[in-house]
């Protein structure tokens, strides 16, 4: 029930309601989501969305920090590791 | 999808596997506490990727799950109204009350309705004038922002013939709950991602504090939950309980302030019941009595409900991960998915429809049958 998935903004309006609304773009398919907790999201933010409202902006530097340190994380230990000698021969 | 598919690469998860296999040393408990973190663990298989001493238990997280029986027969007793139109999330039309489910009802012409999100409720209820709009608004911490826009513009653009049956719980509560019973087996909690971008984990600190268990505050990719696993064994290991957030790039210590604003303004704390678990203080939201009128349990006369919980299901052990889905003896047999006992068998995130769902009952009859084939 919890599910939320991250969405790209395209534009930004206000509906007959006077709610602060958005086209978003979820790969591919395009729906409306209320931007009225996220005053600070414009077009090209990625945002998070649960039950057609955006939650939260996600932060793409933040994701880029993370998943850079994820993947940078055991390299420590390889490098302690004996180096597999190339014999340019691949069936040895 | 950006921000989804690089959280689902097979190397990082494995490269995160290996570490936590380094690391570990001994035998450790952690839950994960939302619903749609065990959908992901069991459809993924994470639980299988982790070292044999690390046990995932399934927490309380699913809204569909712990919403009482007694609220869901009082949705159903409104439901029923001619004068209803009868609004709900779609994964709780097959919830089953003592009598019915509200697709039975609607086969019998109730005009029950699934919305995508509760503000829809409002169009419905300027389109129909001469009707009473319902809307069952359950859920966590992260729901109860839309639906408390649903109630505030409701309000606002006095739309008198809309109300909402509101049965909304809260995580901490029950973290405390879990962590203080005798049968309590949980070290460490992965936290919930989605709750925690509403309220921000502020709240989580002095419950970790006070029971000394680390919470990881942990997205719903494989990626997230492997490194929100490795982050709580790291604790463990080392002896420190503290919050830490594996989900920074949506969640902030503070949370979504707007969101917290609105949300108070609509509703407010009170003792609220879960299902198959019992009464929890302070662990739920009702509407704030400048509400009233908008409030469906005000609206209605729902006394005289006889509620009555089947009494071979275990789902309350389950959701407070004192016992796992297999260990139900209905569990696949009178109890599947289309013909459910309890709530944890119907949401898809209830723990027990997502072991059924990823054939994990069929492992254990094939695990029985070998068993039962090498005795004598």
């Known amino acids: ?92 | 999808m950006k921000f989804m598919d690089e959280y689902r690469d097979s190397a990082l998860v494995r490269k995160i596997a290996d570490e936590l296999q380094r690391i570990t040393t001994r035998h450790w408990v952690l839950m994960e506490v939302c619903g749609g973190q065990t959908h992901s663990i069991v459809k993924y298989g994470i639980d299988r990727l982790l070292p044999e001493q690390v046990e995932l238990v399934h927490g309380p997280g699913c809204p569909v799950c712990v919403t009482s029986l007694e609220m869901i027969d009082k949705a159903h007793e409104i439901a029923r109204r001619r004068d209803v139109i009868f609004c709900s999330f779609g994964d709780m039309l097959r919830v089953p009350g003592t009598k019915d489910d509200l697709l039975i009802l609607k086969s019998r012409g109730a005009d029950i309705r699934v919305v995508y999100s509760p503000t829809d409720c409002l169009k419905i209820a300027r389109e129909n004038p001469a009707k009473r709009v319902v809307f069952f608004a359950i859920g966590f911490e992260t729901t109860a922002p839309a639906n408390a826009m649903a109630a505030w513009q409701a309000r606002r653009q006095g739309i008198h013939n809309f109300s909402m049956l509101v049965s909304h719980v809260l995580v901490p509560p029950a973290l405390r709950s879990i962590l203080s019973a005798p049968e309590n087996r949980v070290q460490g909690f992965l936290g919930p991602g989605h709750v925690c971008t509403v309220v921000g984990y502020r709240e989580y600190e002095p419950v970790s504090a006070e029971f000394k268990v680390p919470i990881v505050i942990t997205g719903f990719e494989p990626v997230d939950i492997m490194e929100g696993t490795l982050m709580a064994v790291r604790q463990l290991e080392s002896g420190k309980a503290e919050v830490e957030n594996q989900y920074p790039r949506v969640v902030g210590r503070e949370g979504n302030l707007p969101a917290i604003d609105l949300v108070g303004k609509v509703f407010e704390v009170c003792d609220r019941k879960w299902r198959g678990v019992g009464e929890i203080p302070a662990s739920g939201y009702r509407l704030r009595p400048e509400f009233a009128e908008h409030d469906a349990e005000r609206l209605f006369d729902l006394h005289g409900i006889d509620t009555k919980e089947p009494a071979e299901c275990i789902s309350g052990l389950v959701l407070q991960g004192v016992r796992k889905p297999h260990n139900c003896p209905a569990f696949g047999k009178l109890c599947t998915p289309e013909h459910p006992l309890g709530a944890t068998m119907v949401s898809a995130e209830g723990a027990c429809a997502a072991y059924y769902a990823y054939g994990r009952h069929l492992d254990l009859t094939k695990a029985h049958a070998a068993q039962t084939s090498v005795q004598p």
């Open chain 1, 1 to 92: 029930m919890c599910l939320a998935i991250p969405g790209k903004v395209m534009e930004v309006h206000t509906d007959e309601q006077g709610l602060r609304m958005a086209k978003t773009n979820f790969g591919g398919i395009i729906k409306s989501v209320c931007l009225e907790y996220t005053p600070e999201v414009v077009p090209g933010d990625y945002v998070l969305v649960h039950v057609g409202f955006a939650l939260g902006k996600v932060d793409e530097e933040e994701a880029a920090r993370t998943y850079a340190a994820l993947e940078r994380m055991g390299q420590l230990d390889e490098l302690n590791e004996p180096a597999i000698e190339d014999t340019g021969y691949p069936y040895s």
